[in-house]
């Protein structure tokens, strides 16, 4: 199950005719409270998209009564006529539920610099607002619709949900299978939750599990315009949750996310987790993973199932000392399970390590420190390449 999980949301997937498919394009997830309460996390890319614009005003009162997303185009670069296009879209969704538009979060996805066909657009909001009306809307099928309506390269949607013992829920639907690198959120993240929290505590928690899941989801080292994670709440349970309870269960969400967007990654072959230990902190874990997870070389070596470790090593050289701090003579390497490299000199035989499978380990010990922390990444294919050649045709 996914966004109607939880008590009070309701869900639409419909198609407004702005995909070339002719599939599902606009979804809508209202929040039928009592609460209104959430929180939303935007790319920190300064080329920020309408729709990103629009919904950080929205966001100043950390209310939000519904959520509009479309796919089939970005909304970004648009100028004055696509800002105005994201503004009616959220005023056409308010005039059909009732609501205010400052309260309603839009999101896009797809093609930058071409504008969104408006009269398409309003029809759509037109198409799920009678939906969301209905006793359907709030059914397991609902959430699917709207999770298969924001899905653009993806092959199939992404989904989550968790309920608590305690008599809570969350739901969640994401979509995004290229440009995964992010920065402080990624790709298009929509979560419910019927527990009762306040704004404040909301955020705080959005933002500490998009630091340890969505922010380290590095695919392809490009980084969307249009990135939205909101979490919202209604408080239809009647249970006010258990904060560190809760914080742990949308981590928990927020991973299986992750992994569901890593395997559906624009042509990838391999899912790789690249884990580095022994870190002096955190943050340096997460950047020595980082410069490994965007090295091409390495990333080809994966695609050709070749454990070529000495790309690994020259990948995490290339962290100036004052990021990370660590014995380049020292570093351990280990892929697959097989120790290939250790304190810096070859040891097991690299044809021991099997890469024939989808998924790849590498384990990265710098002996500095006592931090860890995992990256996820994939390969770099024929097939990422020819899909991202011919995107706009």
């Known amino acids: ?95 059909r539920l009732d609501i205010s538009s400052g309260d ?69 639907m994401a979509k995004g299978a290229g440009m995964l690198a992010p920065g402080l959120a990624t790709m298009l993240v929509v979560i419910t939750t019927d527990a009762v929290l306040d704004s404040a505590d909301l955020d705080t928690a959005l933002r500490a599990a998009t630091r340890v899941t969505f922010d380290r989801l590095d695919s392809d080292g490009c980084m969307s315009t249009n990135d939205t994670v909101s979490l919202l709440c209604s408080g239809a349970s009647g249970v006010a949750a258990d904060q560190n309870e809760f914080n742990a269960a949308l981590v928990e969400i927020c991973r299986d996310l992750v992994l569901q967007l890593q395997s559906d990654a624009e042509g990838a072959a391999h899912d790789v987790a690249i884990t580095v230990t022994n870190a002096v902190s955190d943050d340096e874990a997460v950047t020595v993973a980082r410069a490994v997870a965007r090295s091409n070389l390495f990333k080809s070596a994966i695609f050709g199932n070749d454990p070529n470790w000495g790309r690994v090593l020259a990948a995490v050289g290339t962290v100036p000392v004052e990021h990370a701090a660590f014995d380049p003579y020292g570093i351990d390497v280990a892929i697959n399970g097989v120790q290939v490299c250790t304190a810096g000199e070859p040891d097991q035989p690299r044809e021991l390590v099997d890469l024939s499978g989808r998924g790849v380990t590498v384990l990265i010990d710098l002996h500095a420190g006592s931090e860890t922390a995992t990256l996820w990444t994939n390969d770099l294919t024929h097939d990422y390449v020819e899909e991202n050649s011919a995107y706009s045709s």
């Open 1 to 95: 199950m996914s966004v109607t999980l939880p008590a009070g949301f309701a869900a639409a997937g419909v198609t407004a005719g702005l995909k070339k498919s002719g599939g599902l394009d606009l979804a809508l997830v209202h929040n039928l409270g009592p609460l209104q309460n959430a929180a939303t996390v935007f790319t920190s890319n300064r080329c920020q998209a309408n729709p990103v614009i629009w919904s950080t005003q929205v966001m100043s009162d950390g209310r939000v009564s519904a959520i509009v997303l479309n796919s089939g185009g970005a909304n970004c670069y648009t100028g004055s006529m696509g800002f105005q296009t994201t503004h009616a879209t959220a005023e056409a969704v308010a005039t």
């Open 104 to 172: 309603v979060l839009v999101c896009s996805t797809g093609l930058i610099g071409e504008q969104l066909n408006f009269d398409r657009v309003t029809a759509g909001v037109w198409d799920a607002t009678l939906y969301i009306k209905t006793d359907a809307a709030t059914t397991p099928a609902a959430g699917l619709l709207a999770a298969q309506a924001i899905m653009t390269t993806d092959t199939r949607p992404k989904q989550a949900a968790h309920t608590s013992a305690a008599g809570w829920s969350i739901g969640a």
